[in-house]
Nanobody
Framework: QVQLVESGGGLVQAGGSLRLSCVAS????????MGWYRQAPGKPRELVASISSGDITSYADSVKGRFTISRDNTKNTRNTVYLQMHSLKPEDTAVYYCNVKRNWAGLQYDHWGQGTQVTVSS
């Protein structure tokens, strides 16, 4: 099993910044991508940003230039992904979920964190 622990959400005024962190532990071998999704009330979950094992990043158009995803793989048993968010807007308000994609023995696995609330006030 893979355990994902998220932190860093909260309430911030428009134009402010937040940094989300997600630590993956357990069976972290075979991780090929980590990312962040978000889901606002009444809307489907959407991909915000992702980073591959080769550090290739991808962003939703709505966050390009404002959000930065990064990954720390310096420890043997821990994988950490960050989402630095700047110039936050009220429309960024959502529950943010950490996601890990893992390939092992030819099978692809998706793991999800419990979610962390980000609220941006106008």
């Amino acid at each position: 099993q893979v355990q994902l622990v998220e932190s860093g959400g909260g309430l911030v005024q428009a134009g402010g910044s937040l940094r989300l962190s997600c630590v993956a532990s357990g069976r972290v071998f075979g991780i090929n991508a980590m990312g962040w999704y978000r889901q606002a009330p009444g809307k489907p979950r959407e991909l915000v940003a992702s980073i591959s094992s080769g550090d290739i990043t991808s962003y939703a158009d709505s966050v390009k230039g404002r959000f930065t995803i990064s990954r720390d793989n310096t420890k043997n048993t821990r994988n950490t992904v960050y989402l630095q968010m700047h110039s936050l807007k009220p429309e960024d308000t959502a529950v943010y979920y950490c996601n890990v994609k893992r390939n092992w023995a030819g099978l692809q696995y998706d793991h999800w964190g419990q979610g962390t609330q980000v609220t941006v006030s106008s």
